[in-house]
C-alpha cells in the first residue's frame, strides 16, 4: 500500500505562486496514475491534474497555470501553480490510483494524502 505525504502549501497574494510536493512510500508512483484535487470549505471536491505515464490532465480552470510533473527518482510528484487567484483557496490532495480508470473521478484512486492548506488573498 502506497502512503502520500504532501507539502508544499501556504498563504500567497493573486498572482504569486507555490509548489505542491507529494512524496510517496511503499511502491513505486510510475505504476499508479496519480491525481491532485482540491476542496474548499462547503464546496464538492474538485479534479485538478493528473498524470499517467507522460501524459498529464487538466480541469479547465487551472490550465495555463498549473503544471504537474513527476519524478521517478524521488518517487514524487508536483504541481507547480503559476498566476494564483483567490478561488484557488481550498485544501490540495493528492491521490494514487492503481487500477486504472477516469482521471478526473475520485474513484479512481484508491490512496489519499492528508492534504495541505493553499490559501490566496487578494
Known amino acids: 500500500q502506497v502512503q502520500l505525504v504532501e507539502s508544499g502549501g501556504g498563504l500567497v497574494q493573486a498572482g504569486g505562486s507555490l509548489r505542491l510536493s507529494c512524496a510517496a512510500a511503499?511502491?513505486?508512483?510510475?505504476?499508479?496514475?496519480m491525481g491532485w484535487f482540491r476542496q474548499a470549505p462547503g464546496k464538492e471536491r474538485q479534479f485538478v491534474a493528473a498524470?499517467?505515464?507522460?501524459?498529464?490532465y487538466y480541469a479547465d480552470s487551472v490550465k495555463g497555470r498549473f503544471t504537474m510533473s513527476r519524478d521517478n527518482a524521488k518517487n514524487t510528484v508536483y504541481l507547480q501553480m503559476n498566476s494564483l487567484k483567490p478561488e484557488d483557496t481550498a485544501v490540495y490532495y493528492c491521490?494514487?490510483?492503481?487500477?486504472?480508470?477516469?482521471?478526473?473521478?475520485?474513484?479512481?484512486?484508491?490512496?489519499w494524502g492528508q492534504g495541505t492548506q493553499v490559501t490566496v488573498s487578494f
Open positions: 491521490a494514487a490510483g492503481a487500477a486504472g480508470g477516469p482521471v478526473l473521478r475520485g474513484s479512481t484512486y484508491d490512496v
Open positions: 511503499g511502491r513505486i508512483i510510475s505504476r499508479y496514475t
Open positions: 498524470i499517467i505515464g507522460l501524459s498529464t
